[in-house]
């Protein structure tokens, strides 16, 4: 089984452009989750969705940033305008169903975002 | 607000130490506890995963527990490797709510063991 995939790996940008991140979550797991760790701080929760309606969007940070995730699969993060302290590292990760007991998440290998 | 600290920062051992990470939560509230391990430059492994009516969970040479009233967590590392060299990350989950699925990470604890 396939775990959870992010792309791009990496992204360098200038400042003031367009980022969009993507995230497939492992097949079936309704619920999908975004975090992010910026330099020398602690990896902080972004948002989750379940299916695709948006649980919680209390870790976003302002407006420029936009999560959609179409159909209940995919995730898009989508920055704009990108700002210097939006570089960081941002990890997806998803986990089963509410019901399902443990609801253990499961992590990305993250994408290192470059803000220059 | 749920506030989560490890210590150490960082450890360095010789192989085949016994050693004991810490992790501390502020709301006792959870309903899960999970450590991570992250790699250089590579993403989140869940190592363990203890739901807040458990006292302890063993994986291998790894042994977490769980004391929720005081709001701590250990995690136990038997007759470390340095293959065991990485970031050792504790995470706790709140129990309800609109922010059940988040998880609150604390710094990390960054461990080498040196052959």
């Known amino acids: 089984e396939a775990g959870v995939t992010q792309f791009p790996s990496h992204s360098v940008i200038e400042k003031g452009q367009t980022v969009t991140l993507r995230c497939d979550p492992i097949?079936?797991?309704?619920?999908l989750y975004w975090y992010r760790r910026v330099m020398g701080k602690e990896i902080k929760f972004l948002l989750h969705?379940?299916?695709?309606?948006?649980?919680?969007e209390s870790g976003m940070p302002n407006n420029r940033f936009l999560a959609e995730r179409t159909g209940g699969t995919y995730s898009t993060l989508k920055v704009q305008p990108a700002e210097l302290e939006d570089s960081g590292v941002y990890f997806c990760?998803?986990?089963?169903?509410?019901?399902?007991?443990?609801?253990?998440?499961?992590f990305g290998p993250g994408t290192r975002l470059t803000v220059l | 607000k749920q506030e989560v600290t490890q210590i150490p920062a960082a450890l360095s051992v010789p192989e085949g130490e016994n050693l004991v990470l810490n992790c501390s939560f502020t709301?006792?509230?959870?309903?899960?506890l999970q450590w991570f391990r992250q790699d250089p430059g590579k993403g989140l492994t869940s190592l363990l995963l203890?739901?807040?009516?458990?006292r302890e969970q063993t994986s291998g040479r790894l042994n977490a527990s769980l004391d929720k009233s005081s709001g701590r967590s250990t995690l136990y590392i038997a007759a470390s490797q340095p293959g065991d060299s990485a970031t050792y990350l504790c995470?706790?989950?709140?129990?309800?709510?609109?922010?059940?699925?988040?998880?609150?990470f604390g710094q990390g604890t960054i461990l080498t063991v040196h052959p």
């Open positions: 203890i739901q807040s009516s458990q």
């Open positions: 709301d006792s509230a959870i309903y899960n």
């Open positions: 990760a998803s986990s089963p169903q509410r019901t399902s007991g443990r609801r253990e998440q499961f």
């Open positions: 097949s079936g797991h309704d619920n």
């Open positions: 969705f379940v299916k695709e309606s948006k649980q919680d």
């Open positions: 995470a706790v989950r709140q129990g309800g709510g609109t922010s059940y699925g988040k998880l609150t």
